[in-house]
């Protein structure tokens, strides 16, 4: 069998095409409302088929080490509200902020498989503040959402003030996407690997043989 470059190069790329899949959280929750009328956000929300959301219940499970990227979509208050993930911070600098069209970026950071319950959640120095499972913070949920499937992307919604008509939601808006922490390879992937370098390696050897001058 004759190996060239070019039959080289186009196992090197199927090796390097084959990724693991993707991480994800297991999201459990009770069962949602309708998003209440005063939340500010309600069109954007829906334009990302967002109608629903989950106020108690909520858990987060990551299936995986990953990384999660934190985004925050908008923010309506009155307070001085924040957002903390792993030394990530976002610091509300405006009481009204629609950046649905262009999310602000908080960060990402790494966070090992398991719980999330504790390791981020929203802050307010005139208000409650909440964590993963506390009062305060909720889910915003498409009509079809089931709890405990599993998600790569999910939309956390705070309350700094539960009592009174406020309960909307719409106090700071977070998005949060999912990654693998590491492209590992799966196994059979490794396998190709070595395949593709000792065919690699076969057809160097051969070229060289050829390379070299005839003794007379």
Do not use: C, H
């Amino acid at each position: 069998m004759r190996f060239t470059t070019r039959t080289i190069v186009a196992a090197v790329a199927f090796i390097t095409s084959a990724g693991p899949a993707s991480a994800s959280v297991i999201v459990g929750f009770d069962p949602p409302t309708g998003i209440p009328s005063g939340n500010d956000f309600t069109t954007e929300l829906g334009s990302l088929g967002l109608t629903q959301v989950a106020t108690s219940g909520i858990s987060l499970v990551l299936d995986e080490d990953s990384i999660i990227t934190f985004d925050v979509l908008g923010s309506e208050s009155g307070f001085d509200d924040g957002f903390q993930a792993s030394g990530l911070t976002f610091q509300e600098f405006t009481s009204f902020l629609n950046s649905f069209a262009s999310p602000t970026a908080v960060g990402s950071a790494s966070f090992l498989a398991g719980d999330l319950a504790g390791l981020f959640g929203f802050t307010s120095s005139g208000g409650l503040s909440a964590n993963v499972g506390e009062p305060g913070l909720a889910l915003f949920l498409g009509a079809n959402a089931v709890s405990g499937d599993p998600w790569s992307v999910f939309y956390l919604g705070f309350d700094d003030q539960l009592t009174g008509p406020d309960g909307d939601f719409d106090d700071l808006i977070v998005r949060a996407t999912v990654a693998p922490a590491t492209a590992v390879p799966e196994p059979a992937t490794w396998g190709m690997a070595l395949l593709g370098f000792g065919v690699a390696g076969f057809a160097m050897r051969r070229s060289r043989r050829k390379s070299l001058p005839q003794s007379a």
